[in-house]
T-cell receptor
């Protein structure tokens, strides 16, 4: 069964304390992996797309990497404004064509 | 500014009532989607449309209906047949269906039962 699992479910960091969020997947025919940030009461905001193992993308304090079975979102020296839920979504091939499957997210809280 | 506008932000449904959620985009995207978000679950696809006057059921279409009369608009009706409608509803669009280009989202409508 196609599955996308994010861990941890929740993470509390002190300001400046770097860490990583994980998105592991068991799908057939990966077409792409997307990272989103979602603030409370808002829609997901697109961050990165990764297409193949070994690819990396960076934006400010965030860096996304991809292997054949998982993706990491590394947060370097986080600030309180990085607090949000981070979602990953995997575009993969199914019998009915391409499908986008979302993980349940990691809720990040960065404290002073 | 290009984007997706959802309205209203909050909506309350009475027993036996149909309600309609609005979604408008000015990104010139062909594909549009409706998702439902519940606590502890990933986004689940309700309906999608790849072109005007065409739409397809997603994974949880029962109790919902949609229309696509204009490229910019993709309203979702939550019918009285949907017995558990309380959720956060998100509309999204992309250049093409199941494209490798990312979907972009509106800011959602929170639907509750009165």
């Amino acid at each position: 069964e196609d599955q996308v699992t994010q861990s941890p479910e929740a993470l509390r960091l002190q300001e400046g304390e770097s860490s990583s969020l994980n998105c592991s997947y068991t799908v057939s025919g990966l077409r792409g992996l997307f990272w989103y940030r979602q603030d409370p009461g808002k829609g997901p905001e697109f961050l990165f797309t990764l297409y193949s193992a070994g690819e990396e993308k960076e934006k400010e304090r965030l860096k996304a990497t991809l292997t054949k079975k998982e993706s990491f979102l590394h947060i370097t020296a986080p600030k309180p404004e990085d607090s949000a839920t981070y979602l990953c979504a995997v575009l993969h091939l199914t019998g009915g064509g391409n499908k986008l499957t979302f993980g349940t997210g990691t809720q990040l809280k960065v404290e002073l | 500014d290009g984007g997706i506008t959802q309205s209203p932000k909050y909506l309350f449904r009475k027993e036996g009532q149909n309600v309609t959620l609005s979604c408008e985009q000015n990104l010139n995207h062909d594909a549009m989607y409706w998702y439902r978000q519940d606590p502890g679950q990933g986004l689940r696809l309700i309906y999608y449309s790849q072109i005007v006057n065409d739409f397809q059921k997603g994974d949880i279409a029962e109790g919902y209906s949609v229309s696509r009369e204009k490229k910019e608009s993709f309203p979702l009706t939550v019918t009285s047949a949907q017995k558990n409608p309380t959720a956060f509803y998100l509309c999204a669009s992309s250049m093409a269906i199941a494209s490798s280009q990312p979907q972009h989202f509106g800011d959602g409508t929170r639907l509750s039962i009165l």
